[in-house]
C-alpha cells in the first residue's frame, strides 16, 4: 500500500476546517430561502380567503362572506369586510409565527 504524499497529509483538516466555516452560512441561506417561500404561501393563502370573501359578500352579504373567506384556511385566517362607497372590501390577514410579518391581502369587489 503506498502512503499519500507528505504535502496532502498537511490538508487533510483543511476540508473539515471549510466545512465547518461555511456550513453557517449555508444554514442561513437556506433558512432565508424557506422562509420566504411559506410566506409567499401564506400570502397566496390569504389572496384566496380575500377573494372568496369578497365574492360570497357580493351575492350573501358581509357574514357569509367572512364565513367562507375563513373557510378558506380554518384557524390560521382571519378576514374583515367593510364596505366603500359601491365596493365591499375583504381584508384577509394570515398569522404567521415567528420573526416575519403577517401576510395580509386586500380584494375589493362591486357592490350592486
Known amino acids: 500500500m503506498r502512503r499519500a504524499p507528505r504535502a496532502w497529509r498537511a ?37 384566496s380567503a380575500a377573494a372568496t370573501a369578497a365574492r360570497i359578500a357580493m351575492v350573501e352579504g358581509a357574514a357569509a362572506g367572512a364565513r367562507a373567506g375563513a373557510g ?3 384557524g390560521h385566517v382571519t378576514v374583515r369586510l367593510t ?22 391581502a386586500t380584494v375589493r369587489a362591486y357592490r350592486p
Not at 359601491?86 to 415567528?98: C, E, F, I, L
Open 11 to 47: 490538508e487533510r483538516g483543511s476540508a473539515t476546517v471549510e466545512f465547518a466555516l461555511t456550513l453557517p452560512a449555508v444554514v442561513l441561506v437556506l433558512a432565508g430561502v424557506l422562509g420566504a417561500v411559506r410566506h409567499g404561501a401564506d400570502s397566496a393563502v390569504a389572496h
Open 72 to 74: 378558506v384556511a380554518p
Open 83 to 104: 364596505t366603500d362607497g359601491d365596493w365591499w372590501v375583504a381584508v384577509a390577514t394570515v398569522h404567521v409565527p415567528g420573526p416575519l410579518p403577517d401576510a395580509v
